[in-house]
């Protein structure tokens, strides 16, 4: 059972253009939700996240929202560069102290020059 | 400072062997999760462990196994291995399971396990 998805295997974009990646959720105790960003031939890196209480946050060119009711959020960078040009995961967490994460099967994002 | 180190990084078993894959985080830090990444299944949680106590486990068989060292240092081992153990291993450190996956919680750059 997949509680976290993303449907678009893969998402090509030009260069300075806004790249949108979605992601859909089942288990409506999730409170926590974060994208990671991962290189061939190295780990994750966290990029950002959002907590169940807010809609949207902002880091830079990345902005996460997140919508409750739909369980849905997505991931905008904008502008879109070349090294933005990875997979991306989307992430969630259900309460309390803990590290155990739900991850989505990724997006491939291509940026294009 | 060093980051997350996987050893060994590539590894070929054959089926129905084990394989021991260890973990060494971050100095200081004393949480280690470990996931398995395979095309089309993303990263699935496997192990949660914080001061040599597992916090937390996934839904996988009993043939995978993990432990943590006083030193933090971490293994997990999977026994009688099958094709489809074939993956890539990740583990990831943090300073405590507070860390909710966000800064600070690093990820190794994993083990590759191919099983013919």
């Known amino acids: 059972d997949q509680q976290v998805k993303q449907n678009s295997p893969s998402l090509s974009v030009q260069e300075g253009r806004i790249s949108i990646l979605n992601c859909d959720y089942t288990n409506s105790m999730f409170d926590y939700f974060l994208w990671y960003k991962k290189y061939p031939a190295e780990g994750p890196t966290f990029l950002i996240s959002?907590?169940?209480?807010?809609d949207k946050n902002e880091d830079g060119r990345f902005t996460v929202f997140l919508n409750k009711s739909a369980k849905h959020l997505s991931l905008h960078i904008v502008p879109s560069q070349p090294g933005d040009s990875a997979v991306y995961f989307c992430?969630?967490?259900?309460?309390?102290?803990?590290?155990?994460?739900?991850f989505g099967t990724g997006t491939l994002l291509a940026v294009q020059p | 400072k060093a980051g997350v180190t996987q050893t060994p990084r590539y590894l070929i078993k054959t089926r129905g062997q084990q394989v021991t894959l260890s973990c060494s985080p971050i100095s200081g830090h004393r949480s280690v999760s470990w996931y398995q990444q395979t095309p089309g299944q993303g990263l699935q949680f496997l192990f949660e462990y914080f001061s040599e106590t597992q916090r937390n486990k996934g839904n996988f068989p009993g043939r995978f196994s993990g432990r943590q060292f006083s030193n933090s240092r971490s293994e997990m081992n999977v026994s009688t291995l099958e094709l489809g153990d074939s993956a890539l291993y990740l583990c990831a450190s943090s300073l405590g399971p507070q860390s909710r996956g966000t800064i600070g919680y690093t990820f190794g750059s994993g083990t590759r396990l191919t099983v013919v």
């Open positions: 992430a969630a967490s259900k309460g309390g102290a803990t590290n155990k994460l739900i």
């Open positions: 959002i907590s169940s209480i807010k």
